[in-house]
Each structure stands twice: as structure tokens, then as C-alpha cells.
């Protein structure tokens, strides 16, 4: 039997190899200060929720005001002002055209709610679409539908059984964008899809790679050009990541469906939304019970969580977020510079507040045992950064300090210096 001090399992966690945890008391701003007594720079924003900083004190005092009013209430036949309010605000910032918000939880269950929206709609306008059009490394969360739209390896290699089957086309890789085009235009005429679903401007998980706005367009225009439903996984790229504050932004697209969560909250609470063009809502709105859009959880549009994103909304209406966003981005453009002419990395890259450079090393991919050995290392340098495999991101907090930006860059400097 295995023996841990804890019962609790945690995420994407090896258990059997696991250190002690780091256990955290408090956190503000870009730090998080630990029962220990480090203060530890959060140089991906926990998880890349966190755009404000931590606490940030607007969603603080809206939460603490909204949790002594109204807690929770069920989402169906019931509405509340938090939920209305910021469903009317986010309709003003997404791209223009999509017109209803679905609520949900987290980024997976955004992603499923998407695929059943773009599923429904075909059902009940009386066509049999099924076929969903990826990108190739793409990651959509770990639910059983989104572990299928993802890339296939190492998270869900246990699974594939179950995973149902998508249609995928290659990462535009500099130089190899007309043939990911083209691929997806044969999808869309071959296969006659349900829908293309992508991750706008660079896909997380899969490596943090980054791809350019032009190619988001005419993906846009070919799925147009064939009635394939676009749908935007914005899960990471929204509130401020890649420049604008949304990616589908920078490539001038609507999509049909998008999907938003993660820095919905300035990432105080989990909650997610599915936003949708209205032929979209159309096809489920009838007399007949049938054609109801079947989907909830319990804690659908839960007002504490929905009045956290009221806040981070009041705080993006703000100048001073947009300036802080577009200052982080420029900061972090200095700071990779230098690593650009470094023969100790490749593929060194920016897009809005994001950075990565991957090690050059003997061994690649997630499982690469230098993935561990920088997380252990910056660790002890008091950074929260977790690589995947030899690719070293930077993605902090919008209230992220020049200086700490110089300490994290020394730590990756030393870290190929020590480790490579
Ligand atoms: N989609 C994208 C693009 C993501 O990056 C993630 C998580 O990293 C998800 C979906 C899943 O989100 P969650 O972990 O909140 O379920």
C-alpha cells in the first residue's frame, strides 16, 4: 500500500515521486507567501487564473458583499442580478455578434457545453453533423469530451477507448501554415463537420505554441465558407494574455461559440461561459420540450462567482488593466530578448504577456525528466513555474514587477546553466 501523509490526491500529480508539498497561507499580488515563510513569485499565475494578482481587492470585497446576500441559488427557472449584470457586460467586451451566455463551471465543461451547443444545433435543425475538426496538440480540458477534441498521449493515454474520434489537422508551424489551410479545407468538404474547434493565436498544454493571427482568419473564412461552426476555446488566451483582451480579437473573428473561463473571475473563483450566436440559441428555442438544451450543474452561474467577475469586468472597463496588460507585454518582450541569441534554447517566443523557450536537451516531450528537474530547481528559487517537459513559460500576473521578472529570467539563465 502506498503510504503519503495526506489522503488528498492531487492534480496532475505523481504521487510516488512527489516531494513534500509546498503548503501556501496567503498569496497577494504576483506572490505567494508559504507556511515556511518563503514568499514565492506565482510566475504562471496559478495555474494561468490569476491576471490582477491574488486578492486583488475588488474581487475581494465583491465577493465578501455577494456571499452575505445571495449564495447559491438553482439556475433554472431562477435568475439573479449578479448572473443578468454580467452576462450583459460580457456581451459588451467579446466580439461582436454573439448574443447568448450559457454558464458552467470550469474550462472543460465550457468546452463540452460548446460541442453539445454545436451538436444541437445540427440535431435539431434536422441535419446529421457529428464530426468535431481539431488542431493537432491542442489541449481542452480532462473531462471525457474535451480529453477527445485533445491532442492523444500522455494525459489520456488510459482512456483512449472511450475517447471518441475527431478529425485533425496540423499546427500551423512557421512556413507550414497553407498546409494546415488546407487540410481544413478538406475536412470541411470531405467530412462535412459539426464544427472546428481551436485554442486562438497559441495552444497551451500542448507546448505553448504560437501561431499568427492571419492563419486564425482564414481558418475562420474557410470554415464560413463551408457553414462549419468555428468555435474558440479561450480558456487561456482570454482577459488580457495574448495582447487584447481576447485573441479572436487580434484576427478581427467572431467565432459561432466561445469559450471563456480561467481570468472570468480574475481567478478569485472557478466559473466558465459559453457565449453563442443566436441561430445558435435559435435551433433549441421551440414549444417543443425536445429540442431543450439539456445541460446544467449544480452550481450554474453561482452569484459569488458570478459577482468575482462582475469585479474583474469593473476592473478591465478601467484603463489601468489595459495599460498593465500592455506594460507586462512589454516587459516581457525585454526580458526574453537576450534568450533570442542564447544557444542554450530554441524557439524562443512572445505573444501579448506570454513567453516561452524550450532547452535545448537530449530528450523532449511532456515526460522529459528535465521537465521535474527545472520545477525542483526554480523551486528552490522561490518561483513557481511548472515546464512543460523542456518548455519554459512565463506567464505572471499583470501586477508582476520588472524586478521580479529579472529574478525569473536569472533562474531559467542559471537553470540551463545547471541542468542542460
Ligand atoms: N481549454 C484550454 C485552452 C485550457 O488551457 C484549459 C486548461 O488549462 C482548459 C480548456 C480546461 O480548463 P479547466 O482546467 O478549468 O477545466
Given at each position: 500500500?502506498?503510504?503519503?501523509?495526506?489522503?488528498?490526491?492531487?492534480?496532475?500529480?505523481?504521487?510516488?515521486?512527489?516531494?513534500?508539498?509546498?503548503?501556501?497561507?496567503?498569496?497577494?499580488?504576483?506572490y505567494?507567501?508559504?507556511?515556511d515563510?518563503?514568499?514565492?513569485?506565482?510566475?504562471?499565475?496559478?495555474w494561468?487564473?490569476?491576471?490582477?494578482?491574488?486578492?486583488?481587492?475588488?474581487?475581494?470585497?465583491?465577493?465578501?458583499?455577494?456571499?452575505?446576500?445571495?449564495?447559491?441559488?438553482?439556475?433554472?427557472?431562477?435568475?439573479?442580478?449578479?448572473?443578468?449584470?454580467?452576462?450583459?457586460?460580457?456581451?459588451?467586451?467579446?466580439?461582436?455578434?454573439l448574443?447568448?451566455?450559457?454558464?458552467?463551471?470550469?474550462?472543460?465543461?465550457?468546452?463540452?457545453?460548446a460541442?453539445?451547443?454545436?451538436?444541437g444545433?445540427?440535431?435539431?435543425?434536422?441535419?446529421?453533423?457529428?464530426?468535431?475538426?481539431?488542431?493537432?496538440?491542442?489541449y481542452?480540458?480532462?473531462?471525457?469530451?474535451?480529453?477527445?477534441?485533445?491532442?492523444?498521449g500522455?494525459?489520456?493515454?488510459?482512456?483512449?477507448?472511450?475517447?471518441?474520434?475527431?478529425?485533425?489537422?496540423?499546427f500551423?508551424?512557421?512556413?507550414?501554415?497553407?498546409?494546415?489551410?488546407?487540410?481544413?479545407?478538406?475536412?470541411?468538404?470531405?467530412?462535412?463537420?459539426?464544427?472546428?474547434?481551436?485554442?486562438?493565436?497559441?495552444?497551451?498544454?500542448?507546448?505553448?505554441?504560437?501561431?499568427?493571427?492571419?492563419?486564425?482568419t482564414?481558418?475562420?473564412?474557410?470554415?464560413?465558407?463551408?457553414?462549419?461552426?468555428?468555435?474558440?476555446?479561450?480558456?487561456?488566451?482570454?482577459?488580457?494574455?495574448?495582447?487584447?483582451?481576447?485573441?479572436?480579437?487580434?484576427?478581427?473573428?467572431?467565432?459561432?461559440?466561445a469559450?471563456?473561463?480561467?481570468?472570468?473571475?480574475?481567478?478569485?473563483?472557478?466559473?466558465?461561459?459559453?457565449?453563442?450566436?443566436?441561430?445558435?440559441f435559435?435551433?433549441?428555442?421551440?414549444?417543443?420540450?425536445?429540442?431543450?438544451?439539456?445541460?446544467?450543474?449544480?452550481?450554474?452561474?453561482?452569484?459569488?462567482?458570478?459577482?468575482?467577475?462582475?469585479?474583474?469586468?469593473?476592473?478591465?472597463?478601467?484603463?489601468?488593466?489595459?495599460?498593465?496588460?500592455?506594460?507586462?507585454?512589454?516587459?516581457?518582450?525585454?526580458?526574453?530578448?537576450?534568450?533570442?541569441?542564447?544557444?542554450?534554447?530554441?524557439?524562443?517566443?512572445?505573444?501579448?504577456?506570454?513567453?516561452?523557450?524550450?532547452?535545448?536537451?537530449?530528450?523532449?516531450?511532456?515526460?522529459?525528466?528535465?521537465?521535474?528537474?527545472?520545477?525542483?530547481?526554480?523551486?528552490?528559487?522561490?518561483?513557481?513555474?511548472?515546464?512543460?517537459?523542456?518548455?519554459?513559460?512565463?506567464m505572471?500576473?499583470?501586477?508582476?514587477?520588472?524586478?521580479?521578472?529579472?529574478?525569473?529570467?536569472?533562474?531559467?539563465?542559471?537553470?540551463?546553466?545547471?541542468?542542460?
Open positions: 500500500m502506498p503510504t503519503t501523509k495526506s489522503p488528498i490526491w492531487h492534480p496532475f500529480t505523481q504521487h510516488a515521486l512527489q516531494g513534500e508539498m509546498t503548503k501556501v497561507v496567503r498569496a497577494d499580488g504576483a505567494l507567501h508559504t507556511a515563510g518563503r514568499r514565492i513569485i506565482d510566475a504562471i499565475s496559478s494561468w487564473v490569476v491576471t490582477h494578482g491574488h486578492c486583488h481587492p475588488h474581487i475581494v470585497s465583491a465577493i465578501q458583499e455577494q456571499a452575505g446576500k445571495l449564495n447559491q441559488i438553482i439556475f433554472a427557472g431562477y435568475t439573479h442580478d449578479p448572473a443578468e449584470e454580467l452576462a450583459a457586460q460580457l456581451l459588451k467586451v467579446a466580439p461582436r455578434g448574443d447568448y451566455v450559457f454558464f458552467s463551471d470550469s474550462g472543460s465543461t465550457s468546452v463540452e457545453v460541442l453539445k451547443m454545436a451538436l444545433y445540427w440535431h435539431n435543425i434536422g441535419q446529421q453533423r457529428r464530426c468535431i475538426v481539431v488542431m493537432q496538440h491542442s481542452h480540458g480532462d473531462t471525457i469530451g474535451a480529453m477527445s477534441v485533445g491532442a492523444r500522455v494525459f489520456n493515454a488510459a482512456y483512449g477507448p472511450l475517447l471518441f474520434d475527431v478529425t485533425s489537422i496540423p500551423p508551424a512557421s512556413g507550414r501554415e497553407q498546409a494546415t489551410l488546407a487540410a481544413l479545407e478538406s475536412a470541411c468538404r470531405n467530412e462535412v463537420p459539426a464544427a472546428f474547434l481551436v485554442e486562438p493565436l497559441i495552444l497551451g498544454a500542448g507546448g505553448m505554441l504560437m501561431y499568427p493571427a492571419w492563419v486564425l482564414a481558418m475562420k473564412r474557410i470554415c464560413e465558407a463551408s457553414d462549419v461552426l468555428f468555435i474558440a476555446d479561450e480558456v487561456m488566451t482570454g482577459w488580457g494574455r495574448t495582447g487584447s483582451l481576447f485573441a479572436c480579437e487580434q484576427a478581427n473573428v467572431t467565432p459561432d461559440i469559450c471563456y473561463s480561467k481570468g472570468l473571475t480574475g481567478g478569485a473563483l472557478p466559473l466558465a461561459v459559453t457565449l453563442c450566436r443566436a441561430h445558435i435559435g435551433a433549441h428555442y421551440s414549444k417543443d420540450r425536445m429540442r431543450t438544451f439539456y445541460h446544467s450543474s449544480s452550481y450554474t452561474a453561482n452569484p459569488v462567482a458570478c459577482a468575482a467577475a462582475k469585479a474583474n469586468l469593473d476592473l478591465w472597463w478601467h484603463r489601468d488593466s489595459r495599460e498593465r496588460a500592455a506594460s507586462l507585454a512589454a516587459m516581457q518582450e525585454r526580458a526574453i530578448e537576450p534568450f533570442r541569441s542564447d544557444a542554450r534554447f530554441e524557439n524562443v517566443r512572445r505573444s501579448g504577456t506570454i513567453t516561452a523557450l524550450d532547452l535545448k536537451t537530449s530528450d523532449g516531450g511532456y515526460l522529459a525528466d528535465i521537465g521535474p528537474k527545472l520545477q525542483a530547481f526554480f523551486n528552490d528559487r522561490n518561483l513557481l513555474l511548472r515546464p512543460l517537459g523542456n518548455t519554459i513559460y512565463v505572471p500576473p499583470y501586477c508582476v514587477t520588472a524586478a521580479d521578472l529579472d529574478e525569473i529570467y536569472a533562474a531559467i539563465g542559471d537553470a540551463a546553466d545547471a541542468l542542460a
